[in-house]
């Protein structure tokens, strides 16, 4: 039985489970980019970060080993994040939704949404820890997309642009390349223009630029319409998320002052709040807008 033979929900499965694999790969990458004195090549051998003992094959066995070893380094006794596990369940479940929701005879438009989902894994969690995006991803995203354009010219059949352009006909190289020069001018564009407007209202950087870098990528995969709502997205997502970080700030300053017993002003804890809940990284909620309007544009399109 081949994969064409395959029903949806065991290919679905069968990606799966690669991703789980490919997950552990990535927690590697996410460690070692931010890391000047390493590469995700060097060194060739995973390592506990406390007691730099190499892990075995067996002990790195994705989920799995993490579950046995009861979330423990079997040298030192460190404490494994509970992202390692999470990294690799999240990449094996993106990876499952993205063959589940192409056709078996799209395997190319597959494998270009797989890196891409992948890319935007680590960028979420490398933003999260370090408030960066690795250049590996947002620049690499910059590169991918004019060639996806010229080999794979099929990854803007949906976008409106291209298709005006192809004029009733099969989307091709040419329609497919402006698609993918508009979405980078609109993604690059609208986030440098909001962080400049920014910082001459605010006297600070309102936006970083590794924002700006992964959003240009990921217009060229997306169009000028993909990555509008892209950005509404995440937009829409972190500003629910941000008031939720200031109402917890807000709640624990509250707290704090009770146990003290002293006589802080509300205002005071508020203004507080407001200035330490607002430092949020955008990557993360960037990468969740990509990634959904990659997966389900129509279904977005309609929505919006």
């Known amino acids: 039985m081949g994969w064409y033979d395959l029903s949806d929900l065991a290919r679905a499965l069968v990606v799966g489970l690669f991703g ?22 060097n060194p060739k051998r995973s390592q506990c970060p406390s007691c730099k003992r190499e892990i075995r094959w067996y002990e790195n066995v994705p989920v799995v080993s993490w579950s046995l070893l009861r979330g423990r380094c079997r040298g ?18 993106v990876w499952a939704f993205a063959a589940w929701r192409l056709a078996p005879e799209q395997w190319g438009l597959l494998l270009v949404h797989l890196l891409v989902l992948s890319g935007l894994i680590v960028a979420t969690f490398v933003d999260f820890d370090c408030f960066e995006i690795p250049d590996e991803v947002s620049i ?10 010229l080999v794979l010219p099929e990854i803007h059949s949906d976008t409106a642009l291209a298709r005006h352009l192809a004029e009733g006909a099969a989307v091709g190289r040419w329609p497919a390349m402006v698609a993918t020069l ?18 001459r ?27 509008l ?44 709040a407001r200035v330490i809940g607002r430092y ?14 990659l997966l389900a544009w129509n279904d977005v399109r309609a929505w919006f």
């Open 20 to 41: 789980l694999f490919v997950g552990s790969f990535l927690n590697v990458a996410i460690y070692r980019l931010p890391r000047e004195d390493m590469t995700v090549s």
């Open 76 to 93: 030192c006794g460190w404490r494994i994040p509970w992202r390692y596990p999470l990294v690799e369940l999240l990449t094996s479940g």
């Open 140 to 149: 690499g995203g910059m590169v991918l997309a004019p060639l996806v354009a």
């Open 182 to 199: 508009a979405g980078m001018a609109v993604g690059g564009g609208i986030l440098w223009c909001i962080g400049w407007i920014g910082e």
């Open 201 to 227: 209202i605010y006297g600070r950087e309102a936006m970083g630029f590794g924002d700006v870098k992964l959003l240009c990528g990921a217009g060229g995969l997306l169009g000028p319409g993909g990555t």
């Open 229 to 272: 709502a892209a950005l509404l997205v995440a937009s829409l997502v972190a500003s629910v998320v941000g008031v939720a970080n200031i109402v917890r700030v807000l709640w624990i300053a509250r707290a704090r002052v009770r146990r003290r017993r002293a006589a802080r002003p509300f205002g005071r804890s508020f203004q507080t």
């Open 280 to 293: 949020l990284p955008f990557g993360p909620y960037l990468a969740l807008g990509i990634g959904i309007v």
